[in-house]
C-alpha cells in the first residue's frame, strides 16, 4: 500500500501541467460493446505503425480512418491530384475542420516511408494466482513478413487458465496484385460483404462519438484473420478477381468452433468467450462453408449479390437442422459525398434489412439508417448495425449528426429507437428501447474539453425480489478536460452515472473520478494513471466503462463498480527504428487478485 501512497502522490505533483486528447477513446470508450478488441482499433494500432501517405492512400484506405467524411476524402483526392500535400495545415486550407485534422495525426504521414517488410510482436500477460486456474499466465504471438505482392503471417496465443501452451492460433498466405487475381488468401480469414447482415467482422461495433461514419460498413471484402479473439475466424481460401468492373469473390472454409450441446449432442449455442478452461468441449464442432459474391462497381456506384451455404455436423437444438442457405443484395451509392446504401438478406427462410443515408454539408453532417432483422435470424458470421450484439428480432431507426458551428469546435450527436417485436429469453412481452447520445468538443492552443452526455432507455429483465421485465434508464454526464505544456499531457475526468427503475421507483447512481499523466518523448511514452469511484451495487451494480491505453495489440475498456481504486502504469521504449519493449502494471487496489502485468516486444525489419 505504501507505493501506492507514493504513486498517487506523483500523480497529483504533476496536476495542471498537461496535451491533446487520444482520438481513439472517443470511438471506444461508451461501453460493453467494444469490451474487447475490435476490427477497427486493429486497423488503427496498425497504421500507427505504418502510417497512410496522405498523397498516395486510395479513397478505401482513408475510408479506414472514422473520423473522415467521404466529402473530405474526395476534398483530399481533389487536391493532391493538383498538388502535394505537405502539411496539416494545407489540410485545414482545403476544408478539413481542425479537431478532424487532430484525430487523424497519428495516423497519416506526408511523405513515403519505407515499408515494414518482417514484424514479430510477443506478448505475455501474468494475472494473481487464483486456485482455480492451473496458469494464470497469457501469451500472444504474431508474426507477419512481406515480400513484393505476397504477404505471411502466424499468431498463437494462450489465455489464462487455459493448459494448453497453444490454445489458438491462426495463419494465412496472402497475394495481392492490381491485375486479373486482386487478392487470395489462404488460411484463416474472415469475409465482409455489404453493411453486415450475412458476412462483417464479429469484432465490429455500431455506435460511437463518430456519429456518421462508424455505423456504416466499409470494410475491405477478405482480409486475413489476424486478432487474437479466437472465434468467428474462417479457415480455407477465398480471393478477388477483377473483371472490368465487376469483382468475383469466391471462398471456401472448413473450421472447428467451440459450442454447448444438449444430451442429444445438438447445438444450443457457441462459446463466443474464446476461453477453453475444459478441453473436452474444445473445437466439438465442425462447420463447412461456401459461397460466391459478385460486385458491379464504377466510381461512384457499387452493387453486389452473393450466395452461401452452411453446413455443420451436428443439429441445432431449436430447429433439427444442421445448415443454412443465405443470398444478400447490397448496393452503395456515392453522389457527390452523400452515400446512399442498402442490404436485403434471406438466411435461413429469416429476412433481414437495412437501409441508410448521409445528407448534409461538410460542416452539417447527417446519417439515416433504419434497420429491420426478424426473429432468430442466423447471425453467427453477420455483425450489421443494431442496438444490441446480435441484431436477430428489431426494428429500429437510428439520427446521427456532426456539426461543426466554429473553429476548433464539433458536436456529435445521435438518437436511436427500436423495439423487439418477439418475445426475448425469458421475457413475456414485446420490448422497446431508445438512446440519445450528445458529445461536443473544443480545442484550444494548449487545453482542449469535452462533454458527453447519454440517455439510454429499455424494457430489461432484471431480477430484485423477482425477475420480471423493467423500465430500465440509465443516465451518464462525462467531462473530460486535457492540459499540454512541453512534453507532458494531463487528462481529468469526472463522470456521474444513474440508473433507475421507474416502477419500483428504485434509484442508484455512482461517480468516477481519474488523474492522467503522460510524457511522450521521442522514443519514450509514459502514461499513468489514477481512477477513484464510488457506486452503488445494490439493488443491482451501476457500471463505469473506462477505456485503457495498454501495449500495442490490446484495446481494453475496464468495467469497474462499487467503491474502489484502479491504477496503471504504461511504459513503451523505442530502443532503435526497429526495436521496442512495452510493458504495463494495472492494479484494483481493494482487489489484490486484480493485479495484472504486461511485456512486450516489438521487432521491425
Not at 486528447?21 to 478488441?37: Q, R, V
Not at 469484432?203 to 462519438?209: D, F, I, P, V
Not at 446480435?390 to 431507426?397: I, R
Not at 447512481?509 to 481512477?531: A, M, N, R, V
Amino acid at each position: 500500500m505504501k507505493s501506492k501512497i507514493i504513486f498517487c502522490s506523483i500523480f497529483l505533483f504533476f496536476i495542471g501541467i498537461l496535451a491533446a486528447e487520444d482520438a481513439e477513446e472517443k470511438i471506444f470508450s461508451l461501453e460493453e460493446e467494444t469490451y474487447h478488441s475490435t476490427e477497427l482499433s486493429d486497423i488503427l494500432q496498425k497504421l500507427k505503425q505504418n502510417p497512410l501517405n496522405i498523397n498516395t492512400a486510395s479513397k478505401n484506405d482513408l475510408l479506414q480512418l472514422p473520423w473522415l467524411s467521404e466529402q473530405d476524402i474526395d476534398l483530399i483526392i481533389s487536391f493532391r491530384e493538383k498538388t502535394e500535400i505537405i502539411s496539416s495545415k494545407q489540410l485545414a486550407e482545403i476544408g478539413i475542420d481542425e479537431i478532424t485534422i487532430s484525430d487523424i495525426s497519428d495516423y497519416i504521414i506526408f511523405a513515403a516511408k519505407e515499408k515494414v517488410k518482417i514484424q514479430n510482436q510477443t506478448r505475455v500477460e501474468f494475472n494473481e494466482a487464483k486456485e482455480d486456474y492451473p496458469s494464470t499466465a497469457k501469451y500472444f504471438q504474431r508474426t507477419k513478413a512481406e515480400y513484393g505482392k505476397f504477404q505471411a503471417g502466424f499468431l498463437s496465443q494462450k489465455d489464462e487458465g487455459e493448459t494448453d501452451p497453444v490454445d489458438f492460433y491462426s495463419y494465412y498466405m496472402q497475394y495481392q496484385n492490381s491485375g486479373f487475381l486482386q487478392n487470395l488468401v489462404l488460411g484463416k480469414f474472415r469475409i465482409a460483404l455489404g453493411q453486415g447482415l450475412v458476412f462483417a467482422p464479429k469484432l465490429g461495433m455500431s455506435k460511437s462519438a463518430a456519429a456518421t461514419s462508424v455505423p456504416v460498413k466499409r470494410y475491405n471484402s477478405i482480409k486475413p484473420y489476424t486478432s487474437s479473439f479466437e472465434i468467428w475466424d474462417l479457415q480455407g481460401i477465398a480471393g478477388e478477381l477483377k473483371l472490368s468492373k465487376f469483382r468475383i469473390i469466391p471462398f471456401v472454409s472448413v473450421n472447428d468452433f467451440s459450442a454447448n450441446l444438449d444430451s442429444t449432442k445438438a447445438i444450443t449455442s457457441f462459446n463466443e468467450t474464446g476461453f477453453h478452461f475444459d478441453e473436452s468441449k474444445k473445437n466439438n464442432v465442425q462447420e463447412k462453408l461456401f459461397g460466391t459474391a459478385i460486385q458491379y462497381e464504377k466510381e461512384s456506384f457499387e452493387i453486389g449479390t452473393g450466395f452461401s451455404r452452411f453446413n455443420f455436423d451436428h443439429d441445432f437444438a431449436d430447429s433439427s437442422n444442421s445448415g443454412y442457405s443465405a443470398g444478400n443484395l447490397y448496393f452503395m451509392i456515392n453522389n457527390n459525398g452523400y452515400p446512399i446504401f442498402a442490404e436485403a438478406a434471406l438466411i435461413d427462410d429469416k429476412f433481414g434489412a437495412l437501409a441508410g443515408m448521409k445528407f448534409g454539408e461538410n460542416k452539417l453532417r447527417q446519417l439515416l439508417v433504419f434497420r429491420w432483422y426478424q426473429k432468430d435470424i442466423p447471425t453467427w458470421h453477420g455483425n450489421a448495425f443494431s442496438s444490441q450484439s446480435n441484431f436477430d428480432n428489431e426494428t429500429g431507426l437510428y439520427y446521427g449528426i456532426t456539426i461543426i458551428p466554429a473553429k476548433r469546435n464539433k458536436i456529435n450527436a445521435y438518437f436511436d429507437v427500436w423495439s423487439f417485436p418477439k418475445t426475448r429469453y425469458f421475457e413475456k412481452m414485446p420490448t422497446v428501447g431508445s438512446e440519445q447520445f450528445l458529445q461536443w468538443e473544443s480545442h484550444f492552443s494548449t487545453q482542449s474539453i469535452r462533454l458527453t452526455l447519454q440517455h439510454k432507455f429499455k424494457e430489461k429483465y432484471i431480477s430484485l425480489d423477482e425477475a420480471k421485465i423493467r423500465d430500465y434508464e440509465r443516465t451518464l454526464i462525462r467531462f473530460d478536460w486535457w492540459q499540454k505544456l512541453h512534453d507532458f499531457t494531463f487528462k481529468t475526468r469526472g463522470e456521474f452515472v444513474s440508473e433507475y427503475l421507474a416502477e419500483e421507483k428504485v434509484y442508484t447512481s455512482g461517480f468516477l473520478f481519474y488523474e492522467q499523466l503522460k510524457l511522450k518523448l521521442e522514443k519514450l511514452e509514459l502514461i499513468g494513471q489514477l481512477t477513484f469511484y464510488k457506486s452503488d451495487t445494490s439493488p443491482f451494480k451501476v457500471k463505469h466503462y473506462v477505456y485503457e491505453n495498454n501495449v500495442d495489440g490490446i484495446m481494453q475498456n475496464s468495467v469497474v463498480s462499487g467503491d474502489g481504486i484502479n491504477s496503471y502504469l504504461l511504459a513503451k521504449y523505442h530502443i532503435s527504428s526497429n526495436f521496442e519493449i512495452q510493458m504495463k502494471i494495472s492494479d484494483v487496489w481493494q482487489q489484490p487478485e486484480k493485479l495484472r502485468a504486461f511485456a512486450q516486444i516489438i521487432c521491425n525489419w
